[in-house]
């Protein structure tokens, strides 16, 4: 199985703000995938973060608001910028091995 | 359309009960991969399953079972005699083709409460 740390785990942001949340794998991966999970919801996939390339960003999501690092290929960031209530979620990654997808512990992010 | 389908939003059993979940997908692919995952309250994503369109054997883990018909498209998991730790939201899951870099379709997600 994949270890998959993130920070950090939780925290409350002012309106307004912006939110770096880092995501480090135990071991080498070719493709890191950002989720969201609203409140009650189920997951909703953001970008996919490739070394070495701008992140894929799925419909509804822009690089503007949620920009995406990925500087090598055990670690990624997602920055969540001007942050709205409406942004209160866990932000998931994610990493594909052997067919099998393993999820990060989660940053519960609350925007008050 | 939604990809995955999970129809049961809340169930409550009384603990020992049995329990199955729902899961109906669509998918135009021939090989796809679905998959169980279990989100207890402290929020992490638990892997439960994965199983491939090629392979429709039904498999059996301690109390848990899947049922993977093609015929309805359908990956239905059973959860025998339940207890109370098997209260969770679980979420049923598709990849389609084989790439692994797929994007993976979530269900909308059960929640599972088991009384004691």
């Known amino acids: 199985s994949a270890v998959i740390s993130q920070k950090p785990s939780r925290d409350i942001c002012q309106r307004g703000t912006s939110l770096t949340i880092q995501c480090q794998v135990d071991s080498q991966v070719t493709m890191m995938f950002w989720y969201r999970q609203q409140p009650g919801q189920s997951l909703t996939l953001i970008a996919t973060?490739?070394?070495?390339?701008?992140?894929?960003?799925e419909s509804g999501f822009v690089i503007d608001k949620f920009p995406i690092s990925r500087p090598n290929l055990t670690f990624s960031t997602l920055t969540v910028s001007n942050m709205s209530p409406e942004d209160s979620s866990i932000y998931l990654c994610?990493?594909?091995?052997?067919?099998?997808?393993?999820f990060g512990p989660g940053t519960r992010l609350t925007v008050t | 359309a939604q990809k995955v389908t999970q129809a049961q939003t809340e169930i409550s059993v009384v603990e020992k009960e049995d329990v199955t979940l729902d899961c109906v997908y669509e998918t135009r692919d021939t090989t796809y991969y679905l998959f169980w995952y279990k989100q207890p309250p402290s929020g992490e994503l638990v892997f439960l399953i994965r199983r491939n369109s090629f392979d429709e054997q039904n498999e059996i883990s301690g109390r848990y079972s899947w049922n993977f018909q093609k015929s309805t498209s359908s990956f239905n998991f059973t959860i025998t005699a339940s207890q109370v730790v098997d209260s969770a939201v679980y979420f049923c899951?598709?990849?389609?083709?084989?790439?692994?870099?797929?994007?993976?379709?979530f269900g909308t997600g059960t929640s599972l409460t088991v009384i004691p």
């Open positions: 994610s990493v594909h091995r052997n067919y099998e997808q393993y």
């Open positions: 973060a490739n070394q070495g390339s701008e992140a894929t960003y």
């Open positions: 899951a598709l990849i389609e083709g084989l790439n692994t870099g797929n994007q993976f379709y």
